[in-house]
Nanobody, 131 residues
Framework: QLQLVESGGGLVQPGGSLRLSCAAS????????IGWFRQAPGKEREGVSC????????YYTNSVKGRFTISIDSAKNTMYLQMDSLKPEDTAVYFC????????????????????????WGQGTQVTVSS
């Protein structure tokens, strides 16, 4: 079965940290562009961070630069999003995704892309930043 399974969301105070995990089964993440997206209530889905492990290149949306880090553990076929210095505006449902056609991190994270145009999506995990 081809799927992405997320874990690691939760409630955290401002300034805290969380690490999201996304484990793939049935396919190899190294062969895909991968990324993390988020959607807050009433807002469009946003590409937070994307990468293509074959090139090592990464992309971060401006609001998370210096605070979030995307990574992949090829042996575990799992990708991660380390989120530090969290802010209330980071509150959203976070989704991982993988796509074989998109060749660049920027293309993977590009806005206004139909959800169905990506090969695989995780189920989503809630991140709430609040005191």
């Amino acid at each position: 079965q081809l799927q992405l399974v997320e874990s690691g969301g939760g409630l955290v105070q401002p300034g805290g940290s969380l690490r999201l995990s996304c484990a793939a089964s049935g396919f190899t993440l190294d062969d895909y562009a991968i990324g993390w997206f988020r959607q807050a209530p009433g807002k469009e889905r946003e590409g937070v961070s994307c990468m293509r492990s074959s090139s090592g290149r990464t992309y971060y949306t401006n609001s998370v630069k210096g605070r979030f880090t995307i990574s992949i553990d090829s042996a575990k076929n799992t990708m991660y999003l380390q989120m530090d210095s969290l802010k209330p505006e980071d509150t959203a449902v976070y989704f991982c995704a993988a796509d074989k056609v998109r060749q660049t991190p920027q293309g993977m994270c590009a806005p206004h892309q139909p959800r169905a145009s990506y090969d695989h999506w995780g189920q989503g995990t809630q991140v709430t930043v609040s005191s």
